[in-house]
C-alpha cells in the first residue's frame, strides 16, 4: 500500500491554527509572550536576511534564529546539497561502517583549527558543551569545571551546571559541583587551581548575555595557568565561531590562545539540520577512546548524519568562497561605528560595543529631570523594560526583528546573517533612530512602556 503525504496541503489547511496549536500542544507560554508584546506575527517565507508576510511586507532580521542562520535562510548551495545528499540514497546511520561525509567535514573544519586535530559530531550546542564536559573529565581525571559568571553554554544538565545564571537554573539541581569565577579575574582562577581537582575552565570569547567580551590577554594567561595546572581550555564558540566576530573563531582575536576543546554548532547547520561539533586535541580523544572496549563510550544516535555533513560541507564552502567571514568583518565594523556615532545624540544610549556582527547595544539612566523619571519607573518595574520597548517598536513600525540581550538587561544583541550589508545597516540604524527619538520626545513608545510595566508587576 502506496502512503500519501501532502506537506502543502496539511499546511494550507491548518497552518492559521498555529498559536492555537502551540498553545494547546507545546510550550503555552510561548504564543502568550508572543500576543502581549505584538509579536505574534505570521511569516510566509524566508530568504536570506528577510522574511515575508502575506500581504508581501519584508521583514529584516537581525537575530537569525539566535545565530543559526549565519548565511541567511535558503542559501541556495546548501539547499542544493541537501537536495542531493537527499537524492543520493546514502545507506545512512549503519553505524558499523565509516561513511566519507564525516570524515570530509571533519578534514574542512580543522583546516580552520590548526591546533586541533579531531572532532566529535553531534546535534546541538549543549550537546558539544556536554562533550567537552566528559572529554576533560576523562582527559585529566579531575572532577571539577570553571564557568564564568552571566555565561550561557546549553540548557541539559551538564551544560546548566556551567551556567552562570540563577534564573535558568532554578528548580532543576542538583547539579554537577562546578564552580563559577568572574570573566576576566585570573585571581580567581588562580585560587580555585590551587585546589588541584579543576578539569577545564569553559569560557565564552564573547559572552551572549550582554555581549561582554573577555579582557585583552585574559583568555592567553588564563590558558597559561591551566596548564600550569594541567588542567585544560575550552571554548564555547557555539555562537561566537564561524565567522560571527570576524574571525573564524572569536579566540583568534588573541595571539597565542589554543583551546584544548573547542564547542560549535549554530551557524555550522546551514540553518537546516542541527549539528554540533566538539573539536579537540588529539591526546585528549585517545585518553577517551583508550580502546576498543571503549569505541562507543561516547557517541550519538544521529551524530554524523549525512543530511548534517552535507550541509556542514556546504556552509564551509559558501563562507570561503563568498568571503563570509570578511563581510562580517566590514559589516560589523560600519554598523559599530554607525552606533556608537549615535551615543552623543541620545542620553538614554549607554554603549556600543561586541565584535564583527555580535553587538551589544546598552541603554541607560538619562540626565534629564523628565527621562529619568520615565526611567525610574520601568526600573522599578522590572529592569529590562527599555529594552523591551525599543525591541518592539523595531518590529510593529520598521518590520526589523531584535532580541533583548537576556532577562533583567537593558541590553539589545545584534546578531544579523553574515550575508547583511550596508544596505540592511542603513535600513537598521535609520529605524533605531526613529525609535529612539521617539522616546526621547516622549511619543508611543512610554505608551507601551505602561502596557508592560502592568504585565511585569501582574507576573511578580
Known amino acids: 500500500m502506496t502512503t500519501e503525504f501532502d506537506l502543502g496541503a496539511l499546511l494550507a489547511e491548518r497552518g492559521a ?4 496549536l502551540h498553545a494547546k500542544h507545546l510550550n503555552h507560554q510561548l504564543p ?38 549565519g548565511l541567511g535562510r535558503h542559501h541556495p548551495v546548501v539547499r542544493k546539497a541537501l537536495h542531493d545528499v537527499l537524492d543520493a540514497q546514502l545507506p545512512d546511520l549503519t553505524r558499523f561502517d565509516c561513511a566519507p561525509l564525516p570524515g570530509l567535514l571533519a578534514e574542512r573544519l580543522l583546516t580552520h ?10 546535534n546541538s550546542g549543549t550537546e558539544a558543551v556536554e562533550t567537552a564536559l566528559k572529554f576533560a573529565r576523562r582527559a585529566t581525571g579531575k572532577p571539577r569545571i570553571l564557568y564564568c559568571e552571566h555565561s550561557f553554554h546549553g540548557l541539559t544538565t551538564g551544560s546548566l551546571s556551567v551556567l552562570g545564571e540563577e534564573g535558568f537554573r532554578d528548580g532543576f539541581g542538583p547539579l554537577l559541583p562546578d564552580t563559577a569565577v568572574p570573566l576576566g579575574d585570573l585571581d580567581a582562577l588562580a585560587r580555585e587551581l590551587k585546589k588541584g581537582d579543576v578539569a577545564a575552565l569553559i569560557v565564552e570569547p564573547i559572552q551572549g548575555k550582554g555581549v561582554h567580551e573577555a579582557p585583552p590577554g585574559y583568555l592567553r594567561a588564563a590558558q597559561e595557568l591551566l596548564h600550569q595546572h594541567k588542567a585544560l581550555l575550552i ?13 573564524f573563531y572569536a ?13 560549535v554548532a549554530k551557524a555550522l547547520s546551514g540553518g537546516y539540520v542541527p549539528v554540533s561539533a566538539t573539536l579537540g586535541k588529539d591526546w585528549i580523544f585517545k585518553k577517551v577512546y583508550s580502546s ?17 555533513m552535507a550541509a556542514g560541507l556546504a556552509v564551509l564552502s559558501v563562507m570561503e568562497n563568498e568571503q563570509i567571514v570578511a563581510n562580517a568583518r566590514a559589516t560589523g565594523e560600519l554598523l559599530k561605528s554607525r552606533l556608537s556615532a549615535l551615543i552623543d545624540k541620545y542620553e538614554l544610549l549607554a554603549d556600543v560595543r561586541g565584535r564583527g556582527l555580535m553587538i551589544g547595544i546598552e541603554f541607560g539612566r538619562p540626565k534629564s529631570l523628565k527621562l529619568r523619571g520615565r526611567w525610574t519607573m520601568l526600573q522599578a518595574a522590572r529592569k529590562g523594560l527599555f529594552a523591551q520597548m525599543v525591541v518592539v517598536p523595531l518590529l510593529q513600525r520598521h518590520r526589523i526583528l531584535t532580541q533583548v540581550s537576556g532577562d533583567h538587561l537593558e541590553v539589545i544583541k545584534l546578531i544579523p546573517p553574515l550575508v547583511i550589508g550596508e544596505r540592511e545597516v542603513d535600513r537598521f540604524v535609520d529605524a533605531f533612530s526613529a525609535v529612539m527619538d521617539d522616546a526621547h520626545g516622549g511619543g508611543l513608545m512610554w505608551d507601551f512602556g505602561k502596557t508592560l510595566v502592568k504585565q511585569a508587576v501582574a507576573n511578580r
Open 17 to 20: 491554527e498555529r498559536y492555537e
Open 113 to 122: 583549527s590548526p591546533h586541533l586535530d579531531r572532532v566529535f559530531f553531534g
Open 235 to 247: 571554548a564555547d564558540e557555539v555562537q561566537t565561531g564561524l565567522g560571527r566576530t570576524g574571525d
Open 32 to 69: 502568550r509572550m508572543l500576543h502581549t508584546i505584538g509579536f505574534d506575527k505570521v511569516y510566509e517565507r524566508g530568504e536570506g536576511a528577510y522574511f515575508w508576510d502575506a500581504e508581501g511586507n519584508d521583514y529584516l532580521d537581525m537575530l537569525a534564529g539566535f545565530g543559526v542562520m
Open 251 to 263: 579566540y583568534q582575536h588573541e595571539d597565542g590562545v589554543e583551546p584544548d576543546l573547542v564547542c
Open 292 to 308: 576498543m572496549d571503549r569505541v562507543l563510550v561516547h557517541s550519538a544516535s544521529f551524530g554524523s548524519n549525512a543530511q548534517a
